[in-house]
């Protein structure tokens, strides 16, 4: 999904115009007098993405309050969208030395290249950076960022402690996601709102849709960590299972018919047949269609939360998006895949 595509979709034609201002915007947050610092981060910052949650603050913004495509280069909200931005680039960068990953999207990892003690030092670097930028636009954006980072760090501490865990709870799941990746879709949206001055209560509106919008997104992505092949993602298939982290296929999978042959592959780092022989069982199950009828739900429950904003191409827009991404991520990445339908 370009953001050709999302302007479309959210009804927003000059969402380029402000995604472009962000990329200035992330291009200057990341000037320093280091060079060892700062040629990592630009590889990290500028090295692609899909810019989902900086188009996630800049549509709130005008869904919040009723604006149109001005508030796209609105400063404030330019600001607050870079730096939700640079906490995601910090956060993987974090992520990388913890996986001791030696690639992300094709490009080298700070880690492998530079060391994970520098790339404590930029991942750290670029969330400071993300924070003065929050703080430069008001008390209450810095807050929201702070949050986000707080509970990005409760999930992944969450999730690091059922690590090669047959036996994770859906719940432990749910609250592992709920922070490492829902709380910063939150805060895009907190974020965008309030920077555009919008209501509390449009703000609140908007940080839940974001929260369950973000909690489908990590679940569509569990799924294609199972089903999906490695040509597709541009990555390894199966990573989740191989790093010990049992999401929510896997989960549901363990309960079906096959689930103490599934069980009998896990509990420890996997050989490559022990591997292959998991994915065929989650596939095999029920596991991934019921996923994918939970990523449903969080979706319907992110179209609800935008109840209370006013009418507009926008708030559509916004209410298409979850549905839109789900069928977009799985046409591109898992071909022939049958998505549930909600009855």
């Given at each position: 999904m370009t953001p050709a595509d999302l302007a479309v979709l959210l009804g927003l034609p000059d969402l380029g115009a402000g995604l472009a201002a962000v990329e200035d915007a992330l291009d200057r947050a990341i000037v320093v007098e280091r060079d060892e610092i700062e040629t990592p981060a630009r590889r990290v910052v500028l090295g692609g993405g899909k810019r989902l949650r900086p188009a996630l603050a800049i549509a709130c913004a005008a869904a919040a309050t009723g604006g149109g495509d001005e508030l796209g280069v609105d400063p404030a909200v330019v600001a607050g969208a870079t730096a939700v931005e640079l906490v995601q680039a910090g956060s993987l960068v974090h992520d990388d030395i913890m996986d001791a990953a030696g690639e992300r999207r094709g490009v080298p990892t700070i880690n492998a290249v530079e060391g994970p003690?520098?790339?404590?030092?930029?991942?750290?670097?670029?969330?400071?950076?993300?924070?003065?930028?929050?703080?430069?636009?008001?008390?209450q954006v810095a807050a929201f960022l702070a949050n986000a980072i707080a509970d990005l760090c409760i999930g992944q501490s969450a999730e690091a402690a059922t690590i090669y865990d047959p036996d994770r709870s859906i719940p432990a799941y749910e609250a592992s996601i709920a922070g490492k990746t829902a709380a910063l879709f939150r805060s895009a949206c907190e974020?965008?709102?309030?920077?555009?001055?919008a209501s509390d209560e449009a703000v609140e509106a908007v940080g839940a849709y974001g929260t369950a919008f973000g909690m489908a997104f990590q679940v569509i992505d569990d799924v294609l960590d199972v089903v999906s092949t490695a040509e597709a993602l541009g990555k390894p298939v199966g990573n989740d299972i191989r790093e010990g982290v049992y999401s929510l296929p896997v989960l549901l999978a363990l309960d079906g018919p096959d689930g103490e042959a599934l069980r009998s592959r896990l509990g420890s780092a996997p050989?490559?047949?022990?591997?292959?022989?998991?994915?065929?069982?989650?596939?095999?199950?029920?596991?991934?269609?019921?996923?994918l009828e939970a990523a449903r739900d969080h979706n319907e429950r992110?179209?609800?939360?935008?109840?209370?904003?006013?009418?507009?191409?926008?708030?559509?827009?916004?209410?298409r998006l979850p549905g839109a991404y789900l069928e977009w991520v799985l046409e591109d990445k898992a071909p022939g895949l049958v998505v549930p339908t909600s009855p």
């Open positions: 003690n520098q790339a404590l030092l930029v991942g750290d670097f670029l969330l400071a950076r993300a924070g003065q930028l929050a703080a430069g636009v008001s008390q974020i965008g709102a309030a920077a555009a001055e050989t490559e047949a022990d591997l292959a022989h998991a994915l065929t069982l989650v596939r095999s199950s029920e596991g991934v269609s019921a996923a992110a179209v609800a939360a935008l109840a209370v904003l006013p009418e507009g191409p926008v708030v559509d827009g916004l209410a």
